[in-house]
């Protein structure tokens, strides 16, 4: 016994001087830790395209008929004493920089349409909430019209999204192509080719300056941006501001280059708001009396309807947005997959007992995958998630401004159209959700409040997988993979059954092959 | 006053897991008794025990609005924790603790998460005693000690390494009347989730989360004998930033959280059973922001080994 206690005894003092040095190694690491988060993109290095694509004038537009639909003044001659002023406005501001100016430099000078990108991104995040119930457990919906009252408008979810990024690229692709055109119709080089005292603090090009695509894009964007984030206007003004302006405060753009860019953007956005403002969205909500339509029809023929699993029952999310105007394909029933089996067949059965098996104690594995790909409240949204994918590789890429446009144009109509195909399936067949037909299934994220055939997150997925696939050839087979993932995560998280995801992703795919037809005629190429 | 001291208190032996995360709203209480009394054990005495616990709630506040959420309805985080103390000499204990944890909402589709949570580890240390009062500090952190979900409505902890710091004054008469007066100032690790973007009162692309640390005050008095111990105690956490709840937007780990509680706690040693220690706890949140108003429960059972002696059943008070 003696023996023994000594032993315990030995054994706690052992074990009393390791938690001590464990103690000391946390310290030691936390003291040393620092709590600020760095953003990947914060450490983007300056653009340097690897090619000019000066020509990208002749380009095929989406919006626009042609690229010089759009008309501005005439360049001024360098030789003018307007000119040589503004020279000398473009040397008193770079001689006189604020520390906002230049951080501007740095921050846009890494890519103009990339930063638009991220900057539209984190206004679908932060927009991403869904409102709260009324005291009569009805909902209330954002008023585009007075967007600042309670629930703030929009409520970016996936399919507002989607439709977002999607007019805001092709707005910026179609700014761009008009300023390409213009360019080279004017040929105005930049001011450090006019006057050698002048010292660019960006790296210096053979694009011609006038009109700037920086102001064009960025006015295009933020004509979009206004209408379909209102409450943002204060804070898109001032980034508008500082990406015009930035390649004047560093010596490599002149005044008249930044107001004709401007006015050729606002013109290019006045063409895609009267566009987008007839495209369909206003109906995608519906009413009571069309929710209970869809739940009509599928009882008509024995099937068993969606309904809510929210308490209080919220209505299905934009379930007629399968009316919006498409992109690419040529409407929505050409791509329509085939019926699911049926609510009541054995083979429904199989299919939630599979789901159940992915949600009773799941590998961490699969959580981190449910999780990685989730993108729900708060959040970018899955067609964010794939333009942040997109953004990083065309980044790496070092594309030019107007072809970083092309590319996220194609992307995010293929994903709009995407969201329409999908929405249209999903109340056409108004399936139910696997919580619904086994309410033992507990799932293992969010439940999203509209029908489960087919999965949004695998047709965006297959969309954009083939489209960027196309665009980066050698990374097909990596984007294959995150695609398949993303489709897993919905059956691993129990809110989607393996028939949603597999014919979600097919469909997607075929989505995505539109947006390739277009890609090889578009001139880009 | 030494034969009081053998065992421990434990009255909120809840750990840190009795508050991570029902739910996400209690992230920061923390800590077994042992770390929050003022009670030591002496050199070579040994103690240990199992703790089971359960915290509760239904309204909680969304910012500083008080709500409940039908699609959770009421959420419920259950646990069982072993704990230990250990006298290292009658000034310095060294103490630790490690949960299992399990959450459950009563409502709603979304899933129960389990496993074993984090690791405390304590060091106690009494600085001076003059007469019936004493000065403590205590220096410990925290451990995550499996891969679990972060940043979920029902995770069982919020991933987070913390390290901490305690100043206490501890006041015990020949009667047996305690006071006890504690600060502890909690730094929290930044942690990583599985996801590309998140947002807080901003947007950020990026899979780690800043934690803010976290600060901590609490009065507990009552009384201690041989044989029974009861106290009362009300504490404040409030961690130093973090972010509000959105309306209708989910918890998040880095939340702004601020919590009153008050509590009692009760020891009984039934001498038949070599002292046996049955330890129970009740506490309720009274007001608070992004926390949940918990209500909590413990029941344990503690045993003390002296190994000065040649067996337990030597033991001496």
């Known amino acids: 016994m003696n023996n023994f206690n000594i032993k315990i005894k030995h054994s706690l003092s052992f074990l009393s001087n390791v938690s001590i040095l464990v103690l000391s190694l946390m310290i030691f690491s936390l003291i040393s830790c620092n709590k600020d988060i760095i953003e990947k993109s914060t450490e983007w290095t300056e653009l340097a395209p690897t090619k000019l694509d000066e020509n990208a004038g002749n380009w095929k537009p989406c919006v626009l008929v042609n690229a010089d639909d759009i008309k501005i003044p005439e360049a001024l001659s360098t030789t003018t004493p307007q000119y040589q002023q503004e020279l000398q406005e473009v040397k008193t501001a770079q001689a006189n920089l604020t520390n906002s100016q230049k951080a501007a430099i740095k921050y846009w000078s890494a890519g103009v349409t990339l930063r638009w990108n991220e900057i539209m991104r984190a206004l679908v995040a932060k927009h991403n909430l869904a409102p709260q119930n009324n005291t009569d457990g009805t909902y209330p919906i954002p008023n585009q019209a007075n967007p600042f009252a309670y629930p703030e408008f929009p409520f970016s979810n996936p399919p507002y999204a989607a439709r977002a990024y999607a007019y805001v690229c092709v707005a910026q692709y179609d700014a761009l192509v008009a300023a390409y055109k213009l360019k080279q119709q004017y040929k105005r080089p930049a001011p450090y080719k006019i006057d050698a005292t002048i010292t660019p603090s960006v790296l210096k090009s053979d694009l011609p300056t006038y009109p700037s695509e920086d102001a064009a894009l960025s006015s295009a964007s933020v004509e979009l941006l206004k209408f379909l984030f209102p409450t943002e206007v204060e804070f898109l003004t001032v980034k508008a501001q500082e990406a015009s302006f930035y390649k004047m405060w560093a010596g490599a753009a002149v005044r008249s280059d930044i107001v004709a860019g401007d006015s050729l953007g606002r013109a290019v956005a006045a063409k895609v708001l009267a566009k987008v403002k007839t495209d369909g969205m206003k109906n995608a909500i519906g009413t009571q009396t069309l929710w209970d339509s869809l739940a009509a029809n599928r009882n008509a023929i024995g099937e068993e309807p969606w309904k809510s699993m929210e308490s209080p029952s919220r209505p299905p999310m934009l379930p007629f947005y399968g009316g919006v105007r498409v992109w690419l394909i040529p409407n929505v029933a050409a791509v329509r997959p085939a019926p699911p089996v049926s609510t009541k067949s054995a083979e429904i059965q199989k299919q939630i007992t599979e789901v159940k098996s992915y949600t009773t104690n799941p590998t961490r594995e699969n959580l981190a995958i449910v999780h990685f790909w989730a993108d729900g409240t708060g959040t970018q949204t899955p067609p964010g998630h794939w333009n942040a994918i997109a953004c990083d590789d065309i980044k790496k890429a070092q594309m030019s401004e107007v072809r970083t446009a092309r590319n996220l144009a194609l992307l995010n109509m293929s994903l709009m159209d995407a969201a329409i195909s999908c929405w249209d399936t999903k109340s056409y067949y108004y399936y139910p959700r696997p919580s619904q037909l086994d309410k033992s299934i507990k799932t293992l994220t969010g439940l999203p409040n509209f029908p489960s055939y087919t999965s949004g997150h695998s047709t965006f997925s297959g969309a954009a997988a083939t489209v960027l696939g196309y665009i980066f050839p050698s990374n097909k087979n990596h984007y294959d993979d995150l695609a398949k993932e993303a489709s897993n995560s919905r059956l691993f998280g129990g809110i989607h059954y393996r028939m949603d995801c597999e014919v979600g992703l097919q469909v997607g795919t075929n989505i995505g092959n539109f947006a390739i037809q277009r890609a090889k005629t578009d001139g880009a190429e | ?317």
């Not at chain 2, 072993?82 to 399990?102: E, H, Q, R, T």
């Not at chain 2, 901490?164 to 501890?170: D, I, K, Q, V, Y």
């Not at chain 2, 922001?289 to 337990?312: C, E, I, P, W, Y």
């Open chain 2, 1 to 317: 006053m030494k034969k009081y001291l053998l065992i421990p208190g434990f009255t909120t032996i809840s750990l840190k897991y009795r508050y991570t995360l029902i739910a996400f709203l209690l992230p920061f209480f923390i800590q077994a008794q042992s770390l929050t009394d003022g009670i030591f054990m002496p050199k070579n005495n040994f103690c240990g025990g199992v703790m089971v616990a359960q915290d509760q709630f239904k309204d909680y506040w969304e910012g500083t609005t008080k709500r409940q959420n039908l699609n959770m309805g009421t959420m419920t985080m259950k646990s069982v924790g072993i704990m230990a103390n250990y006298g290292i000499s009658d000034k310095l204990n060294i103490i630790a603790s490690l949960p299992y944890v399990y959450t459950q909402a009563s409502a709603g589709t979304m899933s129960g998460m389990s496993g074993i949570q984090d690791l405390t580890v304590g060091l106690k240390y009494k600085v001076l005693k003059v007469k019936d009062l004493s000065a403590n500090i205590i220096v410990g952190g925290s451990i995550p000690t499996t891969d679990y979900i972060a940043a979920f409505p029902l995770a069982i902890g919020n991933q987070s390494k913390t390290l901490f710091g305690r100043t206490m004054l501890h006041y015990l008469n020949a009667n047996g009347l305690t006071v006890t007066a504690q600060g502890t100032y909690t730094m929290r690790s930044n942690i990583k989730i599985d996801a590309t973007n998140y947002y807080t009162d901003k947007n950020i692309f990026s899979n780690e989360v800043a934690m803010p640390n976290v600060a901590n005050i609490s009065l507990r008095a009552g009384y201690y004998s041989h044989r029974i111990e009861a106290e009362a105690y009300i504490e404040h956490n409030a961690t130093l930033g973090g972010f509000d709840i959105r309306r209708n937007d989910m918890m998040f780990p880095s939340n702004k959280m601020i919590a009153t509680r008050v509590g009692i706690t009760a020891f009984y040693r039934i001498k038949p059973l070599h002292d046996l220690q049955v330890v129970a706890n009740y506490a309720y949140t009274l007001n608070g922001r992004n926390v949940g108003q918990t209500t909590s429960v413990a029941l344990g059972l503690m045993m003390a080994f002296d190994f000065n002696k040649t067996s337990k059943t030597d033991i001496k008070y």
